[in-house]
């Protein structure tokens, strides 16, 4: 017989983006970020910046925000080891960029496994924004990015089992350009995969305690469905319903 | 001794967009179109509506709009055998829409060295507009579409050596959303591939006869370098030496 694995409780935090307008970075979430860690105790927390080229640079824009909260921020591209890395984390955080370079990176490094393992298995808390965020989530099929890589797949992490479009927004009905707008790409998604998409606006995000899922942040949120119209759900909606996709 | 296949005069012709601002369908073009294929004594089209999903309905489209001017179109996807269909066609029209779709399509359908043959060896005219302009490039690391399905490559037909963004278009500056602007996804293309980009902005298109390239239209287009600040060109400037790369 397969040994269960005994599931510890999910904590996934997965934010539309990590700017906003009017907003130093990350600061929109400043409480949401801080009530996510505090409930597992976290101190540390490891930044994964592959969705960028300049490392370094990044781990520093990010430390520069999370340090004076209180948190120690480590890139992991300073680690010997990236696996063991995620591996010994106490929380993760994925941060944006390009989608396709970023999961790219993932592959190339072995750590699509190791972070499922962590996250779904063993409870660690899982942090993303924008390209942080699609890679989370079911493919990176409905990420905004341009394909500047080529992944070995469009597939990814799987955390949650649908797939979330950040920085969602509708696009100006008076635009003279002919150039498609998000939600027809999006209906294009739809009528080759057959599964929804939920549309994160800036300023939002999708929180995961366990088997609960829920619309933070002070803006609605879209789901689109195959052969249905979009849904649009208040800020504190309950979402835990995508979870049993 | 390998036997040498002469070249053919070649004949490309690469719209950013099927549709502008206040024209019907393909309509802005028409005077570059028909030049374009008398200088074949074109009469018939071959008309690939891969990158939709719908193929019949997009035949139909592109037929209301060039019966009137004096073609016969006909769609790929009546014919038994498309890569038969690609061998014997006069001209080759490839329509807009996902351009990942369209290449999956293409390369499902094997026609990927077919139509290189046809058109680079054989000067059989190729038309293409938004995917079926990206399709012809190097590769569609340039594309703007959402990737909602995984071609077996990123690259194209390769029937000119660079690659281009179609639909290109400055981002508003005053606009409040976070998502990257339009130069900012085209520099990240630069950073990683270290090649070349022409912007093509809506109403434009590059003509390829032979070993000249023109860039036709009433509006600039935008060559992205890496290392350089981009360039503007004029309407009408010739643009060969981008066939030389």
Same mark, same amino acid.
């Given at each position: 017989?397969?040994?269960?694995?005994?599931m510890?409780e999910r904590a996934i935090l997965l934010?539309?983006?990590?700017?906003?307008?009017?907003?130093?970075?990350?600061?929109?979430?400043?409480?949401q970020?801080?009530?996510f860690?505090?409930r597992?105790?976290?101190?540390?927390?490891?930044? +994964?910046?592959?969705?960028?080229?300049?490392?370094?640079?990044?781990? %520093?824009?990010? =430390? &520069?925000?999370?340090?004076?909260? !209180?948190?120690? +921020?480590?890139?992991?591209?300073?680690?010997?080891?990236?696996?063991? %890395?995620?591996? =010994? &984390?106490?929380?993760?955080?994925? !941060?944006?960029?390009?989608?396709?370079?970023?999961?790219?990176?993932?592959?190339?490094?072995?750590?699509?496994?190791?972070?499922?393992?962590?996250v779904l298995?063993?409870g660690?808390?899982y942090?993303?924004?924008?390209?942080?965020?699609?890679?989370a989530t079911r493919?990176?099929?409905?990420?905004?990015?341009?394909?500047?890589?080529?992944?070995?797949?469009?597939?990814?992490?799987r955390l949650v089992p649908f797939n979330i479009?950040?920085?969602?927004?509708?696009?100006?009905?008076?635009?003279?350009?002919?150039?498609?707008?998000?939600?027809?790409?999006?209906?294009?998604?739809?009528?080759?995969?057959?599964l929804p998409v939920l549309?994160l606006?800036?300023?939002t995000a999708l929180l995961v305690q366990g088997d609960k899922a829920t619309l933070v942040g002070?803006?609605k949120a879209?789901l689109?469905r195959?052969?249905?119209?979009?849904v649009e759900y208040e800020p504190n909606s309950d979402l835990s319903f995508l979870l049993q996709l």
């Amino acid at each position: 017989m397969q040994k269960v694995v005994p599931m510890a409780e999910r904590a996934i935090l997965l934010l539309s983006s990590s700017r906003v307008h009017g907003y130093g970075y990350l600061e929109h979430a400043k409480p949401q970020i801080v009530d996510f860690l505090k409930r597992k105790n976290v101190e540390s927390i490891l930044f +994964v910046p592959y969705a960028l080229i300049d490392h370094d640079k990044y781990t %520093a824009t990010v =430390s &520069a925000a999370l340090t004076p909260w !209180g948190y120690k +921020v480590e890139g992991i591209h300073t680690k010997k080891c990236p696996v063991e %890395a995620i591996s =010994s &984390a106490q929380a993760i955080f994925v !941060g944006g960029g390009n989608t396709f370079v970023l999961l790219k990176t993932l592959y190339e490094k072995k750590l699509i496994d190791p972070l499922r393992q962590q996250v779904l298995h063993k409870g660690i808390p899982y942090m993303g924004s924008s390209a942080g965020t699609n890679v989370a989530t079911r493919s990176i099929n409905t990420t905004n990015d341009m394909p500047v890589v080529y992944p070995p797949s469009f597939e990814a992490l799987r955390l949650v089992p649908f797939n979330i479009n950040p920085h969602y927004l509708e696009t100006d009905p008076h635009t003279e350009h002919k150039g498609e707008t998000r939600d027809e790409r999006l209906n294009e998604y739809l009528e080759y995969a057959k599964l929804p998409v939920l549309g994160l606006r800036e300023g939002t995000a999708l929180l995961v305690q366990g088997d609960k899922a829920t619309l933070v942040g002070d803006r609605k949120a879209k789901l689109f469905r195959p052969n249905a119209e979009p849904v649009e759900y208040e800020p504190n909606s309950d979402l835990s319903f995508l979870l049993q996709l």
